[in-house]
T-cell receptor, first 113, second 109 residues
Framework: DGGITQSPKYLFRKEGQNVTLSCEQNLNHDAMYWYRQDPGQGLRLIYYSQIVNDFQKGDIAEGYSVSREKKESFPLTVTSAQKNPTAFYLC????????????FGDGTRLSIL | GQNIDQPTEMTATEGAIVQINCTYQTSGFNGLFWYQQHAGEAPTFLSYNVLDGLEEKGRFSSFLSRSKGYSYLLLKELQMKDSASYLCAVLDSNYQLIWGAGTKLIIKP
């Protein structure tokens, strides 16, 4: 079945550590996105990529980095510069066309030890 | 700034009908999406409206009025499994999605 896979489902980070969240899709979508979801707030865009080897900052990119070396993969690194990383992270992808719905992975919940 | 407003929480009874409202002020408009999100899970796509009027899809319908900056999601014959958060999102003039905070719907027997 086609879909988006995020791993791990739960992740714990120590202060000062970088961690990388995985996102893989087999939907053959060009566009991929990373969101952060906090209680009581809407999804906030961290980074997005419309094509391989290209990506743009979203609204809250500080303290995060991404790469897009393959169409299927869009990993997100939460760096030690991100001061409040505890959140639910969602990866999404969408098909061709500006008004296509985004399809989401099951998310990764990141917590600080 | 850009803003999307939804009620934080609503309660309804199994078998009844509920309407979840969404008002928006955005820089341009290229469509409005509704998503359902069960706790701790991924949002799943429900509907897309770009023209005024009502779109019906089974027990779920979505309405849009662009002149009023207003949409609603109508859920009929409520089932316990409909307990979830419902997210409204607007595609702005740059084709960026602006998300509301979501409405938590609680269904009681």
């Amino acid at each position: 079945d086609g879909g988006i896979t995020q791993s791990p489902k739960y992740l714990f980070r120590k202060e000062g550590q970088n961690v990388t969240l995985s996102c893989e899709q087999n939907l053959n979508h060009d566009a991929m996105y990373w969101y952060r979801q906090d209680p009581g707030q809407g999804l906030r865009l961290i980074y997005y990529s419309q094509i391989v080897n290209d990506f743009q900052k979203g609204d809250i990119a500080e303290g995060y980095s991404v790469s897009r070396e393959k169409k299927e993969s869009f990993p997100l690194t939460v760096t030690s510069a991100q001061k409040n990383p505890t959140a639910f992270y969602l990866c999404a992808s969408s098909g061709p066309g500006d008004n296509q719905p985004q399809h989401f992975g099951d998310g990764t919940r990141l917590s600080i030890l | 700034g850009q803003n999307i407003d939804q009620p934080t929480e609503m309660t309804a009874t199994e078998g009844a009908i509920v309407q979840i409202n969404c008002t928006y002020q955005t820089s341009g408009f290229n469509g409005l999406f509704w998503y359902q999100q069960h706790a701790g899970e991924a949002p799943t796509f429900l509907s897309y409206n770009v023209l005024d009027g009502l779109e019906e899809k089974g027990r779920f319908s979505s309405f849009l009025s662009r002149s009023k900056g207003y949409s609603y999601l109508l859920l009929k014959e409520l089932q316990m499994k409909d307990s979830a958060s419902y997210l409204c999102a607007v595609l702005d003039s740059n084709y960026q999605l602006i998300w509301g905070a979501g409405t938590k719907l609680i269904i009681k027997p």
